[in-house]
């Protein structure tokens, strides 16, 4: 299994510029989860899904972040517009609802807004 | 503020010492998980523990569970270079129906060779 796949790996972009995050979860997988790290803050659960559908975005920061999970193999984060605040690595995640709770980490986006 | 908490929020030791990582937490929990994470990539999975457990083993990994304190530990026994990471535990809360985990601050681990 090739695990959970991000892309882009780094991404340089100018605030006021829309970002769009992708993630591909392991198959099969029933749970998908955007997390954001910072120093000053730490990893953030932002948004999760089960089976597609968003359950808790409690945690997005504000209506400029955006996710959508049009299918079981592929979800996207989007900033629109971005800011200088938003600088981060951006993390997927996924598990299976057999499997507890074992979330299975994706290499991570590393975002600069300059 | 977070649920969990490590402490310390770094250690620094010598190869062959064993490594002690503490967490505390705020409400009450299904499980509890413990991550590491090496330095520019993702977080991996290392131990869950159950609320109804109070220790669990894992080759060099030790974790135990105190409900009543709300804390957890993890020892890391004869460490290695290669243990040299940050880990982090991570409270499972039961919310809306659904499981979701919330993660500490992390313990950064330095370990000389």
């Known amino acids: 299994d090739a695990g959970v796949i991000q892309s882009p790996r780094h991404e340089v972009t100018e605030m006021g510029q829309e970002v769009t995050l992708r993630c591909k979860p392991i198959s099969g997988h029933d749970y998908l989860f955007w997390y954001r790290q910072t120093m000053m803050r730490g990893l953030e659960l932002l948004i999760y899904f089960n089976n597609n559908v968003p359950i808790d975005d409690s945690g997005m920061p504000e209506d400029r972040f955006s996710a959508k999970m049009p299918n079981a193999s592929f979800s996207t984060l989007k900033i629109q517009p971005s800011e200088p605040r938003d600088s981060a690595v951006y993390f997927c995640a996924s598990r299976a609802i057999q499997k507890d709770n074992e979330q299975f980490f994706g290499p991570g986006t590393r975002l600069t807004v300059l | 503020s977070q649920q969990g908490e490590e402490d310390p929020q770094a250690l620094s030791i010598q190869e062959g010492e064993n490594a002690t990582m503490n967490c505390s937490y705020k409400t009450s929990i299904n499980n509890l998980q413990w991550y590491r994470q090496n330095s520019g990539r993702g977080l991996v999975h290392l131990i869950l523990i159950r609320s109804n457990e109070r220790e669990k083993h894992s080759g060099r990994l030790r974790v135990t569970l105190d409900t009543s304190k709300k804390s957890s530990s993890l020892l890391i026994t004869a460490s290695r270079a290669a243990d040299t990471a940050s880990y982090f535990c991570?409270?499972?809360?039961?919310?809306?129906?659904?499981?979701?985990?919330?993660f500490g601050a992390g313990t950064r681990l330095a370990v000389h060779p």
């Open positions: 991570a409270t499972a809360l039961f919310s809306g129906g659904y499981n979701k985990l919330i």
